[in-house]
């Protein structure tokens, strides 16, 4: 009822894939997440929160997300060509942006957000609005219609963050 009657989703998340989604699957909320966003209801998913919105993730087996961007979660330390780079990847990195999006009217190219993640979005290029460079390219942020993903944390990103969500508001 909250997230029906709510402007604005924000999904975050902190934790395992496969729990997180086993969650929202046995309360309703992903069904009504889904449906919501369908209507046009704009979502931010934070981290976790982010990856959920894939179509799949291998974090730890297979399993199923919410189908809402097209991409898989993969494995950061599987697909590091440095193996001497440590995850999870933690820490502040610049963004690189592609092109103009409305989330990122307040901030700029090269501005620095805080990431901590061992694994990202992967095969989702035609929805990354912004990339960071951990040795890959991490998928940074991500878009489809009025539903948004970060895997740095808003929230932890200071005045960056604080612009970014500004603008999500």
């Not at 992903?30 to 799949?56: A, H, N, V, Y």
């Amino acid at each position: 009822e909250d997230i029906i009657a709510a402007d604005r989703i924000i999904l975050p998340g902190v934790g395992a894939f496969e729990d997180a989604i086993a969650k929202l699957r046995a309360t309703g909320l992903g069904d009504t997440i889904i449906s919501e966003t369908q209507k046009g209801k704009p979502l931010l998913g934070i981290c976790l929160g982010m990856q959920l919105l894939f179509e799949k993730s291998y974090e730890y087996g297979e399993h199923e997300g919410l189908g809402l961007v097209k991409g898989v979660v993969a494995s950061i330390q599987e697909d590091l060509n440095d193996k001497t780079l440590k995850v999870p990847h933690i820490g502040w990195n610049s963004i690189q942006l592609r092109g103009e999006d409305p989330l990122f009217k307040y901030i700029n190219d090269g501005d620095y957000v805080y990431y901590v993640h061992s694994f990202y979005g992967r095969d989702c290029i035609e929805n990354t609005i912004a990339t960071s460079n951990y040795d890959i390219t991490i998928t940074g942020a991500v878009r489809n219609g009025s539903v948004y993903g970060t895997q740095f944390h808003p929230e932890k990103s200071g005045n960056v963050g604080l612009k970014i969500l500004k603008a999500f508001m």
